[in-house]
Every structure is written in structure tokens, then in C-alpha cells.
């Protein structure tokens, strides 16, 4: 199946600094990538869309100006969190969709655990 | 507005079988996925139906109606292995996911 990497897959980092976290579909061209946030216990967020080449698509209630997306390829997405707070701290994790598949499978990073302290 | 149920919690036997329940509403349908998430790790997936009937994948069934906004996961032979949290998602007419809160399903021995 297709893979989709992620990196870092944890950091900690102090209140105020960015983070940039890095997604990448390894074996194929990602038409469209996601990016979701999970707290504890709680169900997948989706925070925004991005396709190659255009500006990310934000979810109500996401900062775009904190949240910063880039999809530069076909192959590689990046979220920067700037200015992280505590509040902040979550699970990111990204998918890729294939855009040579017949239906629309997302595929998963394995997850970027964020600790702001 | 769009809305995924699903049990918040299940328990089942190891070896026995379970029936997760999954309904949904959403601005139309474009297929429904079952996905399996490890405590701490990104979702796997499960199955994928678009039409109406049964998947049936080794000890994974997936099942939907798509006049009744239903599906069901059905888990045999149940291993500790698969205590996780089972998610369903259902792809709406803009193919954005629409995600469940997901069943948290605990196998005892």
C-alpha cells in the first residue's frame, strides 16, 4: 500500500517558538493532503486540505496566520505551527490522497506528538 | 448539519465477535471507510464501501445501507490485538472525510 511519512514524530518545544512538521507520500503523487489535529480521547480534526500548487483550504475555526501550509510538490507538505502555545499540544497527523486511485482512500502519517511547555 | 455516530465504548471476549454500529447523516455520500487507530498512532485502514451490502476481508466484515445511513463493522475471532479504537468516516459529496468519534473496543481474555 501507499506510505506517507511524517517528521518529526515527536517534539517538545518552548511557548512562542514555530514548529514545522514535515509529510511526505513515498511511493506516490499526493493530489491532495490533509491535516488533522487529535487531542485525548477525541476524534480526528480535520484542520485543513491542501492541494499541490494552490493555498490550503482552512476549517472554521483554524487559524490560517498560525497554522501556516505549504504544498509545494507532489510529494511533500509542510504545517508550521507558529507562536506555539501549551494549548497547542496535540497530535498532528497528516494523509495523502492518491490521485491515480479509483476511489479516494486517505492515507495516514504516522502522527507528529507536539508538547509545548 | 453533518453527523457520524458511533458507540463511544464496546467490550467483547477474546475469540468471540463483535458488530461495531456506525449511522450517519451527511451532505451526500461518496463512501463510507472503517479505520482501526492503535492508542498513540495514526488511524489504519480497515475497508471502504460505496455500495450497498457486505465486504468481507479475512476477519474484518464491513456492511452498509445506504437508504438507512448504516454501516457495521463486524470483528470474528477477536485477538488482543485488536483492542483499538475503530473509526468511522464517511466521505461527503465535497470527498471530504467526516469522521465518528470513533468505538473504543477492549478485548478481556
Known amino acids: 500500500g501507499a506510505v506517507v511519512s511524517q517528521h518529526p514524530s515527536r517534539v517538545i518545544c518552548k511557548s512562542g517558538t514555530s514548529v514545522k512538521i514535515e509529510c511526505r507520500s513515498l511511493?506516490?503523487?499526493?493530489?491532495?493532503m490533509f491535516w488533522y489535529r487529535q487531542f485525548p480521547k477525541q476524534s480526528l480534526m480535520l484542520m485543513a486540505t491542501?492541494?499541490?500548487?494552490?493555498?490550503?483550504?482552512?476549517e472554521q475555526g483554524v487559524e490560517k496566520d498560525k497554522f501556516l501550509i505549504n504544498h509545494a510538490s507532489l510529494t511533500l507538505s509542510t504545517l508550521t505551527v507558529t507562536s506555539a502555545h501549551p494549548e497547542d499540544s496535540s497530535f498532528y497527523i497528516c494523509?495523502?490522497?492518491?490521485?491515480?486511485?479509483?476511489?479516494?482512500?486517505?492515507?495516514f502519517g504516522p502522527g507528529t506528538r507536539l508538547t509545548v511547555l | 448539519g453533518q453527523n457520524i455516530d458511533q458507540p463511544t465504548e464496546m467490550t467483547a471476549t477474546e475469540g468471540a465477535i463483535v458488530q461495531i454500529n456506525c449511522t450517519y447523516q451527511?451532505?451526500?455520500?461518496?463512501?463510507l471507510f472503517w479505520y482501526q487507530q492503535h492508542a498513540g498512532e495514526a488511524p489504519t485502514f480497515l475497508s471502504y464501501?460505496?455500495l450497498d451490502g457486505l465486504e468481507e476481508k479475512g476477519r474484518f466484515s464491513s456492511f452498509l445501507s445506504r437508504s438507512k445511513g448504516y454501516s457495521y463493522l463486524l470483528l470474528k475471532e477477536l485477538q488482543m490485538k485488536d483492542s483499538a479504537s475503530y473509526l468511522c468516516?464517511?466521505?461527503?459529496?465535497?470527498?471530504?472525510?467526516?469522521w465518528g468519534a470513533g468505538t473504543k473496543l477492549i478485548i478481556k481474555p
Open positions: 511511493d506516490f503523487q499526493a493530489t491532495t
Open positions: 468516516a464517511v466521505m461527503d459529496s465535497n470527498y471530504q472525510l467526516i
Open positions: 451527511t451532505s451526500g455520500f461518496n463512501g
Open positions: 494523509s495523502a490522497r492518491d490521485g491515480g486511485q479509483d476511489y479516494n482512500e486517505q492515507f
Open positions: 464501501n460505496v
Open positions: 491542501s492541494n499541490e500548487g494552490s493555498k490550503a483550504t482552512y
